[in-house]
């Protein structure tokens, strides 16, 4: 996104903050379940949100699964919902679905991930960061931290398929791009849950001299950064010392690790996904305003450097 779109979408999403919401409005939201520690933050923040709008919310947990999704949107259209919000496991297989809900006349706002579709009328917006951004920042970040050493690097990807997995892996990719000292040696899906990250990358420590050929860590989300970090120290190896951590998120349990020299660095991705989308909708339904196609949400670098023990504690009781 270019910077002049980004203040124009951060001033639109700003001037929403102040409209009045239609209260008693009813939101279907289709959320993908509860893979990580961010996921379940942000069912509950979006519960807040609609609480604090008296937005009558229905959420539908699709347990990782597209078919339940594709259901779910059928039921909240059959319903006749004010407006859904869909958070999509995948970024493929939408358009029919969201044909159905546009010839309904109501409104989709996708909320953390994208889709890939030739037609963006299907969506009244998408409340998401910049994930290629995310990754960019994470491998700089490696970049910066190991210099000229040379440094084979592990990496954890989220979901096949989803628009994270794909665009952290990117961004990462490119900002690693010409410095040869880097080389990602084993890359894997983790599916964003701390077990699997745990499972992979024992296989990777395995697989690697028992991790002594491995220099770094990065994690497509802290839950699997987290769960790593337990297979790292099983295989007596000191994560944040002997090998490098970085991930994505910004959740408590990251900022525990970072606290205790386990992990080093995470870049944030904000739970209230929510607000702004309320937000957009409530000037939608109320005044016609037609939001931008994206309202980018801020993607910060954190590191110890960060007061890492308060944002702990700061986030602990967020409902991550
Ligand atoms: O779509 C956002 C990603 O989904 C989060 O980074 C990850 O933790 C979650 O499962």
Redesign the pocket.
């Known amino acids: 996104m270019k910077i002049k779109t980004f203040l124009v979408a951060t001033a639109l999403a700003a001037s929403f903050a102040g409209s009045a919401f239609a209260a008693g409005m009813t939101v279907g939201f289709s959320q993908i379940g509860s893979?990580?520690g961010?996921?379940a933050a942000e069912t509950s923040v979006t519960k807040q949100e609609a609480e604090k709008r008296g937005v009558d919310l229905k959420i539908a947990d699709a347990q990782q699964k597209q078919e339940n999704q594709l259901k779910a949107i059928r039921s909240f259209v059959a319903q006749g919902v004010d407006a859904i919000f869909l958070a999509p496991v995948v970024a493929t297989g939408w358009d029919d679905v969201l044909e159905e809900a546009k010839d309904a006349d109501i409104p989709v706002i996708l909320l953390?991930?994208t889709i890939d579709t030739a037609d963006d009328s299907l969506y009244l917006t998408a409340v998401t960061s910049d994930t290629v951004h995310e990754g960019r920042v994470a491998g700089e970040w490696l970049v910066n931290a190991v210099g000229d050493k040379p440094c084979n690097v592990v990496e954890l990807q989220?979901t096949v398929g989803?628009s994270?997995a794909i665009n952290r892996k990117k961004g990462f990719d490119e900002a690693i791009a010409g410095h040869d000292n880097l080389k990602i040696v084993r890359t894997q899906t983790g599916d964003?849950t701390r077990t699997k990250g745990k499972e992979v990358m024992e296989s990777f420590l395995k697989a690697e001299d028992g991790g002594k050929n491995i220099c770094a860590l990065y994690a497509?989300?802290d839950?699997m950064a987290v769960g790593a970090i337990q297979a790292i120290k099983e295989a007596g190896l000191k994560p944040g010392t002997d090998i490098l951590v970085v991930s994505?998120?910004a959740v408590p349990d990251i900022f525990k690790a970072i606290a205790d020299g386990e992990a080093n660095a995470t870049v944030e991705?904000t739970p209230n996904m929510a607000g702004p989308a309320f937000d957009a909708l409530a000037a939608f339904k109320d005044a016609g305003t037609v939001p931008p196609k994206w309202i980018q949400t801020e993607s910060k670098l954190y590191t110890k450097d960060n007061d890492p023990s308060g944002e702990y504690e700061r986030r602990k009781g967020l409902g991550y």
């Open positions: 893979e990580s961010w996921r953390d991930r989220g989803s994270p964003f497509h989300n839950d994505i998120d991705l």
